[in-house]
T-cell receptor, first 113, second 116 residues
Framework: AQSVTQLDSQVPVFEEAPVELRCNYS??????LFWYVQYPNQGLQLLLK??????LVKGINGFEAEFNKSQTSFHLRKPSVHISDTAEYFCAVSEGGNTPLVFGKGTRLSVIA | GAVVSQHPSWVICKSGTSVKIECRSL??????MFWYRQFPKQSLMLMATSNEGSKATYEQGVEKDKFLINHASLTLSTLTVTSAHPEDSSFYIC????????????FGNGTRLTVT
């Protein structure tokens, strides 16, 4: 069975500072990995995805993530955060086909002015 | 891009009544849609997989008689919370993907259900 671990439930960071949100996964088969952002009382917006190919993937809003198979990680990074990045971030894994996503517990990113 | 529309965005109902939530794929066809539930400050838990033209597949612990799912067309799935109770109050989100092969899910904006 798949699982996703987001070690940090909350990450406070000052505006314009870099940030890394950690995500580790477990699966017995090849996986596809995703990061989503959720603003209050809204659905989820896709930030980026890893399906295959280059292990460094770039997404929207200046975010990027690196797939590390040996460490089973898919950490999300941004070199300089803005106030508007304050939100909940979810890492998710899928085994492909038309299977559902399995989500981590989320990380609350709070950007401080 | 792929758009999933969910309606209503919020609803308040009295205990014992039923509430229907609609999920539509606006610019693509979805043979499968996924319904998730999210409690405050928690992650998304898969409730069921909705399959067009056939019965939904429910996750363990989800009451199929309480959460009725109908996927009558390639663009519409509905979730009906029957005989709602306060503990059913939650954020319900539907999702679908345009193509298979591990492509991402596209999510609706969710429905905030409050049962009084």
């Amino acid at each position: 069975a798949q699982s996703v671990t987001q070690l940090d439930s909350q990450v406070p960071v000052f505006e314009e500072a870099p940030v890394e949100l950690r995500c580790n996964y477990s699966s017995s088969v090849s996986v596809y990995l995703f990061w989503y952002v959720q603003y209050p009382n809204q659905g989820l917006q896709l930030l980026l995805k890893y399906l295959s190919g280059s292990t460094l993937v770039k997404g929207i809003n200046g975010f990027e993530a690196e797939f590390n198979k040996s460490q089973t990680s898919f950490h999300l990074r941004k070199p300089s955060v803005h106030i508007s990045d304050t939100a909940e971030y979810f890492c998710a894994v899928s085994e492909g086909g038309n299977t559902p996503l399995v989500f981590g517990k989320g990380t609350r990113l709070s950007v401080i002015a | 891009g792929a758009v999933v529309s969910q309606h209503p965005s919020w609803v308040i109902c009295k205990s014992g009544t039923s509430v229907k939530i609609e999920c539509r794929s606006l610019d693509f066809q979805a043979t499968t849609m996924f319904w998730y539930r999210q409690f405050p400050k928690q992650s998304l838990m898969l409730m069921a997989t909705s399959n067009e033209g056939s019965k939904a597949t429910y996750e363990q612990g989800v009451e199929k008689d309480k959460f009725l799912i109908n996927h009558a067309s390639l663009t519409l799935s509905t979730l009906t919370v029957t005989s709602a109770h306060p503990e059913d109050s939650s954020f319900y989100i539907c999702s679908a993907r345009v193509v298979q092969g591990g492509s991402p899910l596209h999510f609706g904006n969710g429905t905030r259900l409050t049962v009084t």
